[in-house]
């Protein structure tokens, strides 16, 4: 499998512009975690979904942010309006399972964004 | 609540030389505990993990960890550093069934 692919790799925008994240999981992968990585703030949770359905989205900093599933193989995550505070690289993440002592996630390379 | 904390953001060893990476955890029940490393640009990789079998765990890479309940400890070892080791590396927290919180991670040079 080629692991968690995630694009673009690097997003450069101008304040108020929508950005969009995609995301493809490990095939046959039932949870898929978005994760935000800052200096300030360390890595942190954001949301994740459990076969397309999101199941905590406490960690999402506001209403400007929004993460969709629309099928096993595909997830967006959306900051409309971006604001330079947003800057940080977005992980996405993917296991079998979730809570469980096999549990392990799989993360992709990430998408650095800088918000001008 | 868990919580992570690592001590030391810095940790800078020779080549050959013991790398040590601490790590505390806070959890009110029996905890599931990780190690990540990520290198430069890379996603995190599980170098890994505690799941209450033994208390001594060995990874990938030569590194082991040493679940310490008394000291609420899961310390992260490698007798021998290779130049290859100089990452960063993540200690992690899950109470069984929910979500990974992590540690602000620990920086490894690795001098020759």
């Known amino acids: 499998d080629a692991g968690v692919i995630q694009s673009p790799r690097h997003e450069v925008t101008e304040m108020g512009q929508e950005v969009t994240l995609r995301c493809k999981p490990i095939s046959g992968h039932d949870y898929l975690f978005w994760y935000r990585q800052t200096m300030m703030r360390g890595l942190e949770l954001l949301i994740y979904f459990n076969n397309n359905v999101p199941i905590d989205d406490s960690g999402m900093p506001e209403d400007r942010f929004s993460a969709k599933m629309p099928n096993a193989s595909f997830s967006t995550l959306k900051i409309q309006p971006s604001e330079p505070r947003d800057s940080a690289v977005y992980f996405c993440?993917?296991?079998?399972?979730?809570?469980?002592?096999?549990?392990?996630?799989?993360f992709g390379p990430g998408t650095r964004l800088t918000v001008l | 609540a868990q919580s992570v904390t690592q001590l030391g953001s810095h940790v800078s060893v020779s080549e050959g030389a013991l790398v040590l990476l601490r790590c505390n955890y806070s959890s009110s029940v029996p905890p599931y505990l990780f190690w990540y490393v990520q290198y430069p640009n890379q996603g995190l990789q599980l170098l890994l993990k505690y799941t209450s079998a033994a208390t001594l765990v060995k990874g990938i890479n030569g590194f082991e960890a040493e679940f310490k309940k008394s000291e609420t400890s899961f310390h992260l070892t490698k007798p021998s550093a290779h130049m290859s080791d100089a990452a960063e590396y993540f200690c992690a927290v899950s109470e069984r069934g929910g979500k990974l919180i992590f540690g602000q991670g620990t920086e490894l040079s690795v001098k020759p």
């Open positions: 993440a993917s296991s079998f399972s979730f809570g469980s002592s096999t549990d392990t996630q799989y």
